[in-house]
């Protein structure tokens, strides 16, 4: 077993006040089907891209889709 234990890294309290930039990314989420969410697989791949494609866009955080186009 492998514990990871670290603060939380809350967003800076004017992010509150003025909000966030988001971005609709074209990495989607993965279909349940395919991967239980119920198990920890420790699989972020898609949610690691998706950052990326947030930051490569100028944002802060990332709005991932599922399969059918849906939040």
């Keep these: 077993m492998i514990i990871i234990a670290d603060k939380i890294q809350l967003y ?7 909000g966030l930039d988001l971005i609709t990314v074209p990495t989607v989420r993965n279909l ?4 239980n969410p ?4 420790l699989s972020y791949l ?3 891209l998706a950052k990326m494609e947030a930051n490569n866009g100028g ?7 599922n399969a059918e186009g849906f939040v």
């Design 46 to 48: 898609n949610n690691i």
């Design 38 to 41: 119920a198990i920890k697989s």
């Design 32 to 35: 349940h089907s395919e991967l």
């Design 59 to 65: 944002c802060e955080e990332a709005i991932m889709l």
């Design 12 to 18: 800076p309290p004017e992010m509150y006040e003025r």
